[in-house]
């Protein structure tokens, strides 16, 4: 039997939800829901982190005790998920006795073995982040780099975890697990941390009382991170709990976690699990570090009050309209730009214009051909064999996205499907057969476009659980309910017995028009103080330490807003037609293509482009590109380096190329 258990961190209550904690939340609820699908036993964690020297600050500010000022702020996050359709099987807390209870027990098993020993510790203290940091993990004027904060210096009594012991064992177990951090940049990321060298970890506070008692040494309290980590084994229980069948060896584990906290998930936890008598085939399948959000290209900031509350989109496009987006237009692992006209784009031109019209129109059409029910199918002719293969190859591509944790590259194949129905549609024109006199051409037609429909409405439930059961409603179906060891997700072509009857409802997405669009704008999108000093207000995961990041370029700008320049400056810039003659992904670039193109000279430029998230190599290969020739090579290391730069315009997981039509050719120079 498979087991799937996921994760999100568990989120420090110094803030409120925001797009960002939704954002993490919304793709551990999607990825429980399709292994649910697959029949497997799933179960999903999530909480509040409640422990800390930032958190009794806090209390005491607003004149509350710890205790009382963490209750009020978890709830807030307890009352969320739901909202956005999310269904946690647990909700942890690190404040509750169980948990204390089971922090403690893991610290009595690594102290038995040794790997504890008691001292004092002096070096710079981030609040935000609850971490001591190094000298060169600082930006100058000795300021945190995630929260651009000054540090302070704090010296104490402290135990220290033998973290340099386990820095040969955690290599190697990388090595022999390539898979346990994805994305491969991060994985790089982490084993050259420990090839670099670990020290011994400061894993207990005597300048402070928030905390988790250590056992024996009441004026120590526990190292926030060790307390906050621990959280994923706490709520399978003790061993012999029959929850504890979700952790490995019996089930596989993930975490879910900002890029910013991936250090925390990828060296300390297994070296803690490590060292308190666990085996490797014990520690997490896998923390999978995703990027973060920024808004309408910029960091999201409390001074530039433009951070976006996602109950309130909730209520007003609905939860599943939030969903889809942020699962599609973000590629999950890198960071992403959330924008409220662009969501409004997607909405209309994916789920009004795609989706929710392909259900329109076949409904429409059944009630006009078919008395409003299913009709019988009759024999497929060659279109419904190209629409049975492009379903065969979305499903079998949205499967395997699912399971690489690539939310963004299922729905891209699931809404190829879609598109590829509408296309149908066009082509069989079923009105035309039923003019002509041919019914069971039109019933044909009509019965392949139904049980596409279905498969479906199956495809989208991870992403869109209430619009799926609105779609099968209309479909005459009932809701998604996954059964452990019934494997739902489609496999196979097989239409549905006539007569059954089906509801035609309203406009499943209906669309948005200019009008009601700018109202939305207007009332949902942030206003903000673009001269007010930008702080940092919590990331993309919204846990200990997230800091939210601006995209390079993402920043938008109306045109004539940057300095002019002079005639002959613009002739400096040389525009050529380039023809592109290959191109092939980079090896451990995840945005970057390596193009080879035809500019008229004797042999084609290298020219190294991040369009890996827009376009696969292959449908590039034969454009008529738009590159800047004399621009200086760029040297990208490692022997990559670019001999030019193409022109195109979005952001980077939508990207347009500027591209040249007709028979210009390679190397014409555009003025």
Request: proline share 7%.
């Amino acid at each position: 039997m498979s087991r799937f258990y996921v994760t999100t961190p568990i989120y420090y209550v110094n803030d409120i939800p925001h797009v960002g904690t939704a954002y993490t939340t919304i793709v551990v609820d999607a990825l429980r829901r399709f292994h649910l699908l697959l029949g497997e036993e799933s179960r999903m964690l999530t909480g509040t982190d409640e422990h800390g020297l930032k958190l009794e600050r806090q209390a005491k500010e607003e004149s509350k005790t710890p205790q009382a000022f963490v209750d009020e702020m978890a709830e807030r996050f307890r009352h969320a998920w739901p909202v956005l359709d999310i269904e946690n099987d647990d909700f942890i807390r690190t404040t509750e006795p169980r948990h204390k209870q089971f922090v403690q027990d893991l610290w009595r098993r690594i102290e038995q073995r040794g790997d504890l020993y008691e001292g004092a510790y002096e070096d710079w203290y981030c609040v935000g982040c609850e971490s001591y940091k190094t000298e060169k993990e600082l930006l100058p004027g000795n300021l945190c780099a995630i929260h651009q904060k000054p540090v302070e210096r704090l010296k104490e009594k402290t135990f220290f975890f033998r973290l340099s012991r386990w820095e040969k064992p955690l290599l190697d177990f990388y090595e022999r697990n390539p898979s346990f951090v994805e994305p491969a940049t991060r994985r790089n990321e982490v084993v050259s941390f420990v090839s670099g060298g670990l020290r011994d970890l400061s894993v207990s506070r005597t300048s402070f009382t928030w905390g988790i008692p250590v056992p024996a040494q009441p004026e120590h309290v526990m190292y926030v991170w060790f307390d906050a980590l621990t959280n994923y084994l706490t709520a399978l229980g003790p061993e012999g709990d029959p929850l504890r069948r979700f952790w490995p060896p019996n089930g596989r584990a993930v975490h879910v976690v900002g890029k910013d906290i991936l250090r925390f998930h990828a060296v300390y936890w297994p070296a803690f699990l490590l060292a308190a008598g666990f085996s490797e085939k014990e520690l997490p399948s896998q923390v999978f570090a995703h990027g973060f959000l920024t808004v309408d290209g910029q960091k999201m900031s409390k001074s530039l009050r433009n951070a976006v509350d996602p109950l309130r989109l909730a209520r007003e496009l609905g939860a599943d309209t939030l969903r889809y987006y942020l699962l599609r237009a973000v590629a999950f692992g890198q960071d992403g730009d959330f924008s409220h006209t662009a969501l409004i784009e997607r909405y209309n031109a994916d789920l009004g214009k795609n989706l929710g019209n392909l259900l329109s129109r076949t409904l429409g059409l059944c009630a006009k051909f078919s008395d409003g029910k299913t009709p019988p199918a009759g024999e497929l002719g060659p279109l419904e064999h190209e629409l049975i293969a492009a379903g065969n190859t979305a499903f079998a591509a949205a499967r395997a996205a699912w399971n690489e944790l690539a939310p963004h590259r299922a729905l891209e194949a699931t809404w190829a499907l879609a598109s590829a129905a509408n296309q149908y549609v066009d082509r069989a024109a079923p009105w035309a057969s039923a003019k002509a006199g041919d019914t069971a051409r039109t019933h044909t037609t009509l019965a392949t476009l139904l049980e596409v429909l279905r498969q479906l409405s199956v495809m989208i439930w991870p992403a869109m659980p209430k619009k799926s059961d609105a779609l099968r409603a209309q479909l005459g179906l009932p809701p998604i309910a996954p059964r452990v060891g019934d494997d739902l997700w489609p496999k196979e072509f097989s239409p549905r017995p006539a007569g059954e009857p089906l509801a035609l409802a309203g406009a499943l997405f209906p669309t948005i028009d200019k009008d009601a669009e700018n109202a939305l704008l207007e009332k949902l999108a942030p206003h903000v103080h673009h001269g007010a000093q930008e702080a940092a207000a919590g990331g993309s995961a919204g846990a200990r330490g997230a800091g939210a990041e601006k995209s390079a370029g993402a920043e938008k700008t109306p045109a004539g807003s940057t300095p002019p320049i002079g005639y002959d400056g613009f002739l400096g810039v040389d525009l050529r037609v380039g023809l592109v003659k290959s191109c092939e992904r980079v090896p451990r670039k995840d945005k970057l293509l390596r193009l080879a193109v035809d500019l008229g000279e004797p042999e084609p430029r290298t020219i190294i482009a991040g369009l890996a998230l827009s376009f696969k190599p292959e449908e590039l290969v034969g454009r008529k590109i738009i590159v800047v020739a004399n621009l200086e090579p760029r040297d990208f290391g490692k022997g990559l380096v670019s001999q030019g730069m193409l022109l195109a315009t979005g952001p980077s997981e939508a990207l347009h190329l500027a591209t040249v039509e007709g028979d210009a050719a390679p190397g014409a120079r555009l003025k």
